[in-house]
């Protein structure tokens, strides 16, 4: 089983924890990770992108001219995308890129992506974490205890805690979310993640 350090807020170790093999010591499966990335990524784009086809762009709705007998070309609109200030030909419309992965590939990538910071040292443990008010700085000194001061940092609590999301949501590079929204871009996209006592009891009771 791995073993991580436990540490409280100021910054000081205050034992070890045995992680359960099943979640955190898992083989890193690179191409489920990669695959768990994209999907949220595409999940998260708008797909507004829209253009105007020949039957969207306004006027055109008399015949230019005649069928026959005028020497030119037949022709049925003026907004033909022939025709300069027509329509758009196959253009964008809009649409929803969204996938999904199955359930067991999901909970893989989690666990691939949380033993992939534990291999490189990147978890970390503390025994409790709140603030009697919301204040930035709580979180700021927090870090720079830690000395992660110029670092992305992931803060993952068992619940909702109010006062620690508000004072970290004002500081570039550091979010706190709690194990329901645990997911695959956030760690992956945080230098360090320190994660509470309580959340990883819930997270592996979740995905063990």
């Known amino acids: 089983m791995p073993k991580v350090a436990v540490y409280d807020i100021t910054g000081a170790k205050t034992g070890d924890m045995e992680l359960n093999d099943n979640v955190f010591g898992v083989e ?6 990669h695959q768990a990335l994209i999907m949220q990524q595409a999940n998260q784009r708008q797909g507004n992108a ?35 200030g027509g329509g ?30 534990v291999l490189g040292g990147e978890l970390l443990i503390l025994e409790d974490i709140n603030f009697d008010a919301p204040k930035t700085k709580n979180v700021v000194k927090m870090m720079q205890d830690f000395n992660f001061a110029d670092q992305k940092a992931l803060i993952i609590t068992a619940e909702s805690i109010e006062n620690v999301e508000k004072s970290s949501r004002n500081i570039p590079g550091i979010k706190t979310i709690n194990t329901m929204g645990l997911n695959v871009y956030d760690l992956l996209h945080h230098n360090k993640v320190f994660v509470t006592k309580a959340a990883v009891s819930r997270i592996e009771e979740v995905l063990a």
Do not use: C, D, H
């Not at 015949?63 to 025709?83: E, H």
């Not at 999904?100 to 033993?115: E, F, I």
């Open 28 to 33: 890193v499966n690179e191409a489920v990770l």
């Open 50 to 84: 829209s253009t105007k086809t020949r039957g969207l762009v306004r006027g055109g709705g008399k015949k230019p001219w005649k069928q026959k007998g005028t020497g030119r070309a037949r022709a049925g609109s003026i907004r033909s995308p022939l025709w300069v």
């Open 88 to 117: 758009t030909t196959f253009g964008p419309q809009p649409r929803s890129y969204a996938f999904t992965m199955p359930r067991k590939q999901r909970r893989l990538a989690l666990k691939s992506a949380l033993a992939a910071k």
